[in-house]
């Protein structure tokens, strides 16, 4: 029910993700889904990828801070309101997203949400009993 | 280990007693052999016979880094060149090198000092002493290496650079002693890391870390992370290389001068009075036994205060504390005197913050301003942009709190302040560019 997340510290310089992208590119890395948060001095890129361990040793060996976060993919169904009952459901439950991104190609009929929650196994369970369906791992390193 | 009791432990009368003597035949030698002090002792008006007490030091004029090199490269030595044996140099940052000078006598006492130095340690014979400081013309790699061979111990003199290897040499030749700059250690034990080195297998027991200023929380970081005790070395090239001052390891509280060879002073930079024990301000020291490079009352720039309290280790002689900074790296930001080596302190304070550091001084319209760079290392990196938020703030209040300075902190990728194999470049400076 969980998916492992990559999250990279970026100085907010020129060239810091574009290194990244490279560096995956080349070790044969498939981006699945990213979000980038930036401030004004630094950014954290977080990335779901289709080589989880391999993707983060490369990027530790070229000497970035790489951390590793538990997120949850949702099935979202693909037309208005479909994301505000999820969201609705969370909110009802007092459950805090910390913070969510959309995955970069469809599943079907229906759109991808990573979500990001500090309580993740009551996320899971509550989203488990309103019927959202919820992506296995390895399906989503796989899509 | 106390390797000298009679000279480490002598009841301070007797020490007084000697140090008058040493110190009237100093004034009395340089008088007569160095055209500048003659000059300089005329001009205060004192003769060397008028030197009769301790307290009459308090007459002579000071000595500055720029009198020696105003007299480059050779006027300043007590001693004809047929007697001289040896001669180094301190790095000088700008322009020429100042260069000092050793009889076979002042190496004699040079390598009892260090002996006595890293006995203080608990370095016996029998013991394997890695010399990383630099060979050269700079004092810390020969020095050591004197002191060791003193001692009967072995040394492995590798001087500075190539990381690896010395860390290769630490694995295989097994050495108890590490002699380098505290900066260095840490940068041995993060080299180590990344080859996978587990430094609590080696044989290092003891580290001798100095020619840099560094605080006690660099100490515990060091500790913890090299396996060993790690105690602060004093000394300058000046006055004689290392071996002037060091801390016990039973106490690790203060560097215990060597006063049967150095009488100590405490000034205000600024109005040059004498200070009370414990104030705290710049150490001025006079050598009374050196015969080929004496200096009276020469001002170190280093920001310390001396201690007269006996210790548990059972030494009568005083200690410095450990060293705030230098008179000359003082930053002065919007009014407010800071040492980097107090900012240090607070950032080492925050778990998790790596120890490598730079602050950069820059002046915005009329305004100073002081960014601290901050590497964000695995430990403390989130995927939550309020927890690095957070952190950057806290350290600001911790430093806002200490000095009453606003400053930025920047965090900033592992690995992007520069790492040094020498002496740390903290500070940037751009106000002066």
Known sequence: MKVEQISVFLENKAGRLAEVTRVLGEGGINIRALSLADTTDFGILRLIVDQYEKARELLKEKGFTVGKTEVVAVEVPDRPGGLGMVLQALAKAGINVEYMYAFVQHSGKNAVIIFRFDNLEQAIELLQKEGVHIYKGEEVYRL | ?433
């Open chain 2, 1 to 433: 280990m106390i390797r000298d009791i009679e000279n480490e432990t002598r009841p301070r009368e007797d020490l007084q007693a000697l140090q008058l003597q040493r110190l009237q035949a100093v004034v009395e030698r340089v008088y007569h052999l160095v055209p500048f002090y003659r000059r300089r002792l005329d001009e205060a008006g004192v003769k060397p016979e008028q030197i009769r007490t301790l307290d009459d030091l308090k007459r002579l004029p000071f000595t500055t880094k720029q009198d020696i090199r105003d007299n480059y490269p050779f006027g300043m030595f007590a001693a004809p060149m047929d007697q001289i044996v040896r001669i180094h140099a301190s790095s000088g940052t700008t322009g020429k090198p100042t260069p000092v000078a050793y009889t076979q006598r002042d190496i004699d006492n040079w390598a009892e000092l260090m002996a006595r130095t890293l006995a203080a340690g608990g370095a016996h014979a029998g013991d394997i002493v890695h010399v990383a400081y630099g060979y050269g013309l700079f004092t810390g790699g020969l020095g050591a290496h004197y002191g060791a061979e003193r001692l009967g111990a072995a040394v492995i003199p590798v001087s500075g650079g190539q990381t690896r290897r010395q860390i290769m040499l630490i694995q295989d030749f097994c050495p108890t002693v590490l002699c380098c700059t505290p900066s260095f250690a840490l940068y041995l034990a993060e080299v180590g890391q990344e080859m996978g080195v587990d430094f609590a297998k080696t044989k290092l027991r003891v580290g001798i870390f100095g020619a840099e200023p560094w605080s006690d929380a660099m100490r515990t970081e060091i500790e913890a992370r090299l396996h060993l005790d790690a105690l602060d070395i004093y000394g300058l090239s000046e006055i004689l290389g290392p071996g002037v001052a060091i801390e016990c390891v039973e106490a690790k509280r203060g560097l215990h001068i060597f006063e049967d060879h150095f009488l100590p002073e405490i000034i205000n930079p600024v109005t040059l009075e004498t200070l009370a024990p414990g104030e705290i301000g710049e150490l001025v020291i006079t050598t009374i036994t050196k015969e080929a490079f004496p200096l009276l009352r020469y001002r170190t720039r280093d920001i310390t205060s001396l201690n007269y309290a006996p210790c548990k280790c059972g030494r009568t002689i005083a200690r410095i504390g450990r060293l705030q900074g230098r008179s000359d790296d003082m930053l002065i930001i919007r009014g407010v005197n800071v040492f980097p080596s107090q900012i240090e302190s607070v950032l080492m304070e925050t778990p998790g913050v790596a120890p490598h550091y730079q602050l950069i001084v820059d002046r915005e319209g009329q305004l100073d301003t002081l960014e601290v760079a901050v590497e964000v290392d695995e430990t403390v990196f989130s995927d939550e942009v309020k927890q690095l938020q957070a952190l950057a703030q806290n350290i600001q209040r911790k430093i806002k709190d200490y000095f009453t300075v606003s400053v930025k902190v920047k965090l900033v990728e592992p690995r992007t302040i520069p790492r040094s194999e020498g002496k740390a470049q903290r500070v940037i400076d751009k106000r002066k560019m």
